[in-house]
C-alpha cells in the first residue's frame, strides 16, 4: 500500500500524470529502445510498437494500478497483475530489467512534465512504480518456480511434427520436443510464447492459445496470418516457412484464464482466432466425460473462416450437457444466426462462469450482454491476444 506521504501527492497529480500518459510512454519506449536496440529487436513486438497499442496498454496499466491504489489501499489488483506476469513470464522477462525500465519511464515523466515533477512527486510515484514492480517481479518468481526453471529461461527447442490448413489464413502446428522428453502438462486455455529468427536477424516472439486439450503427446498451436499494416512478422513467418521438420523456440505454459475446476455452469464464448483456448477446454471437458452444463458460443465471418469449425462441432457434441450457438457475417446456408452475437437469445443456468476470448468489441459487447442478463461481473473472465487494451484490470 502507498505510504501516509505517497497516498495524497499521487491522489493530487493522477489527473495530470494521467493525460499525460501517452505522451510519456511514448517517450519511454524511444529513449529505452535507443538505450537498448536489443531489446525492440529480440523481446517486444515491433508491431504494437508501430501501432501504438503497446504504449496505450502501458499507460492503461499503470493509471489502473495508481487508482486501484488509492480505490483500495488494503488490496492490490491482484487480476490485472497476474495477466501481467503470466505475459511476463511467457516472454522470460527478469526482475533487472524493471530497472531498466524505473530508469527511462522516470526519465519520460521529467521530460513531460518538466517543473510539476517536485522531489514529493517524484517520491509518490516512485512508490506506485515499485509497487507495480516488486509484486509482478514476486509473481513472476513464483511462476518460474512452479515451471522449475531459471529465471527468464522458459523457451526450449520444439519440433514441428505436423502442420495442417485449417481456413485459407489460418494453420495448425502439432509439436514436441527435439529432446524427447514429454511436452509436460498444462491447463486448458493456458498459451505458449514461440520465438523465431527473421530475416533481418532479430528473434521475434509472439504468444499462441495451446489449441488441443493437456494430456497428449505433443502440443498443438493454431495461427492465424495477421494482415494489415503493420503485418504479423512471426505469423506471416511460421504460414510462408515452417514446416514438417523444422524446429521453433517455444516457452512453458503460461495463463491465468483457465477451466476453472468443479461442476458449475459455463460459458465459453469466442470469436475468429479467440477459439483456440476454448478448444482446448472443451477437448478436456470431453476427454474426461465431464457432464458439466456447457453453452458454447461462436462468432466468425463465414463458415469459410472458421478454424477448427468441424472439431468444434464434435466436442460440444460429445458433451452430455453442451451446446453450441453460432454466428456469423455470412451464414450460407449452415444454421448459424447472421449478424453479431446477442447472448440475450441464450437460456443460461444460473450461477454459470463466462470465459470470452476475441476482439475488444466483441467481448465489451458479450460482457455487456451478460451483465444486463444478471450475470455478476465477477463471473466473467477475459483474455486478449496481444497488449491488454481492456483498461482498468477488470475481470
Not at 139 to 157: H, I, M, N, Q, T
Request: glycine residues 10%.
Amino acid at each position: 500500500m502507498l505510504s501516509e506521504q505517497a497516498a495524497p501527492v499521487v491522489r493530487a497529480t493522477l489527473p495530470a500524470v494521467g493525460a499525460a500518459l501517452d505522451e510519456i510512454t511514448e517517450r519511454f519506449y524511444a529513449g529505452l529502445f535507443a538505450d537498448r536496440p536489443e531489446l525492440l529487436r529480440d523481446l517486444f513486438n515491433r508491431g504494437n510498437q508501430a501501432n501504438g497499442d503497446q504504449r496505450r496498454a502501458l499507460a492503461g496499466s499503470i493509471a489502473a494500478f495508481a487508482g486501484a491504489l488509492l480505490a483500495s489501499p488494503e488490496t492490490r489488483p491482484d487480476v490485472m497483475l497476474s495477466r501481467i506476469a503470466h505475459k511476463h513470464a511467457s516472454l522470460g522477462v527478469t526482475s533487472d530489467q524493471y530497472k531498466v525500465v524505473h530508469e527511462h519511464l522516470f526519465a519520460a515523466i521529467v521530460d513531460v512534465l518538466g517543473e510539476a515533477v517536485t522531489p514529493e512527486v517524484a517520491q509518490a510515484w516512485d512508490e506506485v512504480y515499485w509497487l507495480m514492480a516488486n509484486a509482478l517481479i514476486s509473481l513472476e518468481a513464483g511462476l518460474y518456480a512452479e515451471k522449475r526453471v531459471a529465471e527468464g529461461d522458459v523457451r526450449r527447442p520444439m519440433e514441428i511434427v505436423e502442420r495442417h490448413e485449417e481456413t485459407a489464413d489460418t494453420a495448425s502446428f502439432v509439436l514436441h520436443h527435439t529432446d524427447g522428453r514429454p511436452t509436460g502438462s498444462f491447463r486448458p486455455g493456458q498459451y505458449v510464447s514461440v520465438r523465431v529468427g527473421l530475416p533481418d536477424g532479430s528473434r521475434q516472439i509472439r504468444q499462441y492459445s495451446l489449441s488441443a486439450a493437456p494430456g497428449r503427446p505433443q502440443w498443438r498451436i493454431t495461427v492465424k496470418r495477421v494482415d494489415g499494416e503493420p503485418v504479423g512478422e512471426v505469423s506471416t513467418w511460421l504460414h510462408d516457412h515452417a514446416r514438417v521438420g523444422d524446429t521453433v523456440e517455444v516457452s512453458a505454459p503460461f495463463g491465468d484464464l483457465v477451466l476453472p475446476e468443479g461442476e458449475g455452469p459455463l460459458l465459453l464464448a469466442s470469436a475468429g482466432i479467440g477459439s483456440t483456448p476454448m478448444l482446448a477446454m472443451l477437448d478436456h471437458l470431453a476427454t474426461t466425460g465431464s457432464r458439466r452444463s456447457v453453452t458454447v458460443v461462436h462468432a466468425d465471418r463465414s463458415p469459410a473462416d472458421h478454424a477448427h469449425r468441424e472439431e468444434l462441432h464434435r466436442l460440444v457434441g460429445a458433451l452430455p450437457n453442451g451446446s453450441l450457438h453460432l454466428w456469423y457475417e455470412q451464414p450460407g446456408t449452415t444454421d448459424a444466426r447472421p449478424g453479431r452475437v446477442d447472448v440475450s437469445t441464450l437460456d443460461l443456468p444460473a450461477g454459470v462462469t463466462a470465459y470470452l476470448c476475441g476482439p475488444l468489441p466483441f467481448m465489451r459487447q458479450v460482457r455487456g450482454g451478460l451483465l444486463a442478463g444478471g450475470v455478476a461481473a465477477s463471473a466473467v473472465h477475459y483474455e486478449v491476444f496481444g497488449p491488454d487494451l481492456w483498461l482498468g484490470g477488470e475481470n
